[in-house]
């Protein structure tokens, strides 16, 4: 591949490798350090060498390579503040009593949930001692008392929780995602128990959120609408925390959520903007390098505002790049370009490269700069306004093959019309942003008139109401797709050999697209033959039962829910998507199940179980039966005891201590997750 020539993206590779590595294999700090050391002396050996004999030598670049896949392992233990001493997690470790007097600083403010407010919070000192690290906090709600700001700095005592992982199969594993944050432990606590402590420290995040507060009790007097103010806010402010369910539904269907991420376009439209006000700088005695250093600068201010995300600090540093390379009268290569900004970002954020965001970003730009120019060839139309759309639309659809694999993988679901709400949205997008940005400047200056903040708002205001109705053409929208990581790698192979098909056909290039369909077959084949068979699975839900028996390629599901609970319980669907099972049928629950050689015997709130000549391997206590259990246990000698989440808890922690006592299995769905009896 003509990529690979380019060594910088060489580097960029071996960086994700050691990366990858670095996070799936614990090898200590001291270690890799050591590791890295060595190769970077034998480097140089190599260089000095070559350098003296004149001789380009083979080692030189192997070493390099192997140089920096150790970076990427070491910059990976480096970010993760667990290997250092401070790290709270230490701290936490070394003290048996639960209850600890722990003061902290707020971070970030997060959507809140149905029950608490929830923040993400630095670790400053436990017990007096001074410690780093992040962790979730959650806050009780209270109407009655002011959400925390950024950069205030409390005081409570309270117990680290751990993070649980999900309790059911294919679930989104929430605590993976805080752990790649660095985010290990949780706290929950009352506005009681917090005292506030007075400080005059600000960190980089608090002027920023210091800004976006400003800029938002400014426009607060223009009354734009509770929808209109969180698009605005996402569109320029890169914070999304305040868009409703409902109108995030509609961008997520629509195929528009990425328009609501700042990105790309965004920091190219501001870009533009800037280079046109500094233009006159450049008539000035190095006025170039002026220019390039305020662009910077305000570049990454903005970004700084916008939350520091992985799409928008992907777009600051490629344009950063770009702006530096104009300055410095250097072509720019833009796979080049997007492997330098790739492999600065990873140096120092190397668990971005996990970030669904930053996947997408990157899949989505190489895809458009290698796919578009063929599409767009494809048809070239003399008229300017059918130019523009068809071009719009060529970019559309090349980052659409960019994302598609990926965007499947994570989120099941394909908006088939994602192509009309960018060809409308998008050609107007850049008037919504240089329009916003003027709102907000005249906004801050006390000086917006109100006819021009009520245009703007109606024009957002628009543009929901269009994606909404997008949205709600479900019959265009592919819910529900199974799609494994090994669909992913086969997918991209595929696309990847097809593109350099189109570009230079000749009979390699043919057979690697041959090759390709054939390891999407292998991929479609393995996939069928690895479908869970003859399970039942006890899954958890709280203050419900619920059984799912997988046999003959369906799911047969037993529940006691009620019809609300029926309609928004998503624990069948996420099982019957990871695992490519397309028919789901209802049943009753029985009292007691035959699963060829194992018997499972229910005993719900009857608390009936005296059944002669049967003996159960199993038994699912359920809806918190008022019975015996040593006399249960004595009676039918189960192997297995289970115990779900429609029970009271402390009828549970009552049957675990009997269990213990009895050294019996005992397992508990709430704490342990689903129960699953392979048979």
Known sequence: MQLLNFTVIKLTICLIIGIIIGYLV?????????????????????????????????????????????????????????????????????????????????????????????????????????????????????????????????????????????????????????????????????????????????????????????????????????????????????????????????????????????????????????SFIFKPLERFKHGKLIKTILLVSILWSFALIAGLSASVTRAVTMFSIVAIALNLKRPTNIYNTLAISMFVILLFKPLFLFDVGFQLSYLAVYAIVAIDPILYNLWRPKNWFLDKYWHTFTITVSAQFGIIPVSLFYFHQFPSLFFVSNLVIIPFLGIILGLGILVILLATLNILPYFLANFYGSIIGVMNDFVSWISQQESFLFKDISFSLLYVLASYFLIISFIRLIIKKNYSTLRLFLVSILILQIAFIYTQNKKPENELIVYHKSRYSLLGNTLNNKIIIAHDFDSVTKLTNNIIKDYSVGNHIKTIEEDTLQNFYLLNNKKLLIVDSLGIYNIKSFKP?????????????????????????????SNYKSYVERWETICRKRKLPFHQTSKKGAYIIKY
């Open 26 to 274: 614990n090898i200590p700090l001291n270690t890799s350090l050591y590791i890295t050391s060595l190769l970077l002396a034998i480097l140089f050996i190599f260089y000095f060498i070559a350098k003296k004999q004149f001789v380009k030598t083979i080692w030189f670049g192997v070493f390099a390579f192997i140089l920096m896949v150790s970076i990427g392992i070491l910059t990976t233990n480096i970010h993760n503040q667990r290997n250092f001493k401070k790290h709270y997690t230490n701290q936490v470790s070394l003290e048996e009593d639960s209850l600890k007097t722990i003061t902290f600083r707020v971070r970030e403010v997060l959507k809140s949930g149905n029950y608490y407010d929830k923040y993400v919070i630095d670790i400053l000192n436990i017990n007096s001692s001074t410690t780093k690290g992040k962790s979730l906090l959650n806050i009780e709600k209270d109407t009655l008392k002011p959400a925390l700001k950024v950069d205030q700095i409390l005081v409570t005592r309270a117990e680290f929780k751990d993070l649980i992982h999900p309790l059911n199969p294919h679930q989104f594993d929430y605590k993976n995602y805080l752990e790649k944050k660095y985010i290990y432990h949780q706290l929950f606590i009352t506005n009681e128990s917090l005292l506030k402590v007075n400080s005059n420290t600000h960190t980089l995040f608090g002027v920023a959120n210091n800004i976006r507060e400003f800029i938002n009790n400014k426009l607060k007097p223009y009354h734009f609408k509770p929808n209109e103010l969180a698009i605005i806010n996402a569109l320029l402010l890169g914070q999304r925390q305040d868009i409703s369910e409902e109108v995030y539904s509609s961008y997520t269907n629509a195929g528009a959520i990425h328009i609501l991420a700042v990105s790309g376009l965004h920091v190219g439209i501001i870009l533009i903007i800037l």
């Open 617 to 645: 391997d199993y038994v699912l206590l359920r809806q918190s039966p008022k019975i015996n259990l040593n006399r249960l246990i004595d009676s039918i000698k189960p192997k297995q005891i289970i115990a779900d989440g």
